[in-house]
């Protein structure tokens, strides 16, 4: 795990801690969010990241944008981040906070796959399934990916489920070459 993943799901853990004591688990969770998007804009990133703007500033400067926004203990949590130089880190942190909160809830997250969009009707179906397999509440994500050609993949965890054509494709290229190489 590179240094900086680890850093982000450090503070995520405290925040959780935090969070969980307070009993403010959503709280935290969209404050962390918002944090992220607003710290990240392009017109903000470069001036609370750089260090030519002096410390002082850049912790001014993120406590105007986000005291009326955020709670008191976030905005702590996100000054932090910022004086020890790492706010580019703060999507990371909010997507590990995601994380642990899923996991404290026993949600699992999915991402499904496929070659169009698909609709209401079709994800419904596909997150009922996963829920039975994975035998828990499932978070799906839908994601597009043309070169599948049709068909769906599911990630969940470290599981994937190929029931593409490009993956039924691919079997059956390997299965020939393999039927090749016996004769």
């Excluded at 900086?4 to 503070?11: E, K």
């Excluded at 991402?111 to 009922?128: C, F, K, Y």
């Excluded at 996963?130 to 990916?145: I, S």
């Amino acid at each position: 795990m590179s240094r900086p993943v680890a850093a982000a799901r450090r503070y995520a853990e405290a925040a959780f801690e935090v969070a969980l004591a307070e009993d403010r688990l959503d709280g935290w969770q969209v404050d962390l969010a918002l944090a992220a998007e607003i710290l990240g804009r392009p017109d903000v990133e470069p001036t609370v990241h750089s260090p030519a703007v002096p410390l002082d500033e850049r912790v001014e400067i993120v406590r105007q944008m986000l005291e009326p926004r955020i709670a008191r203990g976030s905005l702590r949590l996100v000054t932090l981040v910022v004086q020890r130089g790492k706010v580019h880190a703060l999507p990371r942190i909010s997507e590990e906070y995601n994380r642990l909160l899923n996991a404290h809830r026993g949600v699992v997250m999915a991402t499904v796959t496929s070659a169009v969009p698909l609709t209401a009707d079709e994800t419904a179906a596909i997150r009922s399934r996963v829920e039975a397999m994975a035998g828990a509440t499932v978070d799906l994500r839908p994601e597009v990916d043309p070169d599948l050609l049709g068909g769906v993949t599911v990630q969940v965890g470290d599981r994937l489920l190929d029931a593409s054509i490009r993956g039924r494709l691919e079997r059956l290229r390997d299965q020939l070459h393999a039927g090749a190489r016996l004769r």
